[in-house]
């Protein structure tokens, strides 16, 4: 069984950047997709991109595209999510997700295993 | 990109109660399709993956259907640890895709 923490919570200022950091134990990790996920204040559930790490291969929500950095570091089994010139939209919980990929795309599929959240506040 | 048209957006029931909630794709994803359950300052939880597959460990009151664009979750007797919020989740393409979630709440 796999468990994931996050990094702690963040309060940062309009324009800036953010790094949280996902780390997994009990289990292999360059076997799954780490995913991004957030969820903004009475909103639902978001899907950002996600990170491959045995080849790696990373895909990216298109609306983040330009913003978002996601990459993983197979020698500490911990994953990686940036994102940049944040705004109060971007004020939200952010999980990491790590769970199944298939298909000729090497696509993710399931969010099985989550981290307990990162909560980010956008403020000035 | 796949939109995921969920319904009701909220259900207010009682213990004992079947809950069904439907996922509308607005394009056919056979059966890639996932239910996660989401209580408040936790993290979601799969239910069931593959359209009807149910996780390891979940109770098999919970049921899932449908494939191509048409699914359904029920909840055949509500217990009380199951107030919460629900999602459908499609991976038939990307960008992966949420519906707008199902908040089932006491009656």
Redesign the interface.
């Known amino acids: 069984q796999l468990q994931v923490v996050q990094s702690g919570s963040e309060v940062t200022k309009p324009g800036s950047s953010v790094r949280i950091s996902c780390t997994a134990s009990g289990n292999t990790f360059t076997n799954y997709a780490v995913n991004w996920v957030r969820q903004a204040p009475g909103q639902g559930l978001e899907w950002m991109g996600a990170v491959i790490p045995i080849f790696p291969l990373t895909r990216y929500e298109e609306s983040f595209k330009d913003r978002v950095l996601i990459h993983a570091d197979e020698s500490v089994n911990t994953a990686y999510m940036e994102l940049t010139d944040l705004t109060s939209e971007d004020t939200a919980i952010y999980f990491c997700a790590m769970g199944d990929w298939g298909g000729e795309m090497a696509m993710p599929t399931t969010f099985e295993f989550w981290g307990q959240g990162t909560v980010v506040s956008v403020t000035s | 990109d796949i939109q995921m048209t969920q319904s009701p957006s909220s259900h207010s029931a009682s213990v004992g109660d079947r809950v069904t909630i439907t996922c509308q794709a607005s394009q056919d994803i056979a059966k890639?399709l996932?239910w996660?359950q989401?209580k408040s300052f936790k993290?979601?939880?799969?239910l069931i993956?593959d359209a009807s597959r149910l996780?390891s460990g979940v109770p098999s009151r919970f049921r899932g259907g449908g494939s191509e664009t048409n699914f359904t979750f029920t909840i055949t007797s509500l217990q009380p640890e199951d107030f919460a919020t629900y999602?459908c989740?499609q991976?038939g393409a990307?960008?992966?895709?949420?519906?707008?979630?199902t908040k089932v709440d006491v009656k």
């Open positions: 890639s996932n996660y989401h993290a979601p939880k799969l993956r996780d999602y989740q991976y990307l960008p992966l895709t949420f519906g707008g979630g």
